[in-house]
């Protein structure tokens, strides 16, 4: 079966400090991986999806960046965290059908 | 990104009532609707989800009710209980041709009091 994992689950980092969250996706070759990030209110904001390895497409021009090294791993960066970075982050993969499972997320609070 | 608009906010029902969750899109592509269930904490998970060639899916105590024309859909929750109290999203996506990614509502905090 397939599984999401997704680290670290909780997260304190000082305002200028780097960022790198990793997801990794088991039990399916080739899937479709998403990052999203959910503010209080706001909902599910989508932050970046790639179709494969190398493949980023970018849904909101920010502070962040993503990268996929390898099939079923799936990196989300900062190399300079600002205070509006705080929230909840979550990977997402996706197969052939149109169905997402999401990992547990990670609460990210900038100080 | 199309934007598919929910309603309400928040929610209150009384042990064994229904809940009623609502929205809206605008994008006539779209033709994948699932709803997720999230807890405190955790990431959200499939709840059920319907395609536009059907007006009605019932799962259990969970009824999505789908209508083309007016372009809305709704979740309804038949003899909610606590532990249903949770938050809902509703998501809507494009998968002719291929898969795009869900677009998500802003979600509905339910909370079923006894």
């Known amino acids: 079966s397939q599984t999401i994992h997704q680290w670290p689950a909780t997260l304190v980092q000082p305002v200028g400090s780097p960022l790198s969250l990793e997801c990794t996706v088991e039990g399916t070759s080739n899937p479709n991986l998403y990052w999203y990030r959910q503010a209080a209110g706001r909902g599910l904001q989508l932050l970046f999806y790639?179709?494969?390895?190398?493949?980023i497409s970018s849904e909101v021009p920010q502070n962040l960046s993503a990268s996929r090294p390898q099939d079923r791993q799936f990196i989300l960066s900062s190399k300079k965290l600002l205070l509006s970075d705080s929230g909840f982050y979550l990977c997402?993969?996706?197969?052939?059908?149109?169905?997402?499972?999401f990992g547990q997320g990670t609460r990210l609070t900038v100080v | 990104q199309q934007q598919v608009k929910q309603s309400p906010q928040s929610l209150i029902v009384q042990k064994g009532g229904i809940s009623i969750i609502n929205c809206a899109y605008e994008?006539?592509?779209?033709?994948?609707f699932p709803w997720y269930q999230q807890f405190p904490g955790k990431g959200p998970a499939l709840l059920i989800a319907?395609?536009?060639?059907?007006s009605e899916k019932k799962e259990g105590r969970f009824t999505i009710s789908f209508n083309k024309s007016a372009k809305q859909f709704s979740l309804h929750i038949m003899d909610s209980q606590p532990g249903d109290s949770a938050t809902y999203f509703c998501a809507a996506s494009n998968n002719s041709p291929g898969n795009t990614p869900l677009v998500f509502g802003k979600g509905t905090r339910l909370s079923v009091i006894a």
């Open positions: 997402a993969w996706s197969g052939d059908s149109t169905e997402a499972f």
């Open positions: 790639s179709v494969g390895i190398g493949q």
């Open positions: 319907i395609r536009p060639d059907v």
């Open positions: 994008n006539t592509a779209f033709d994948y």
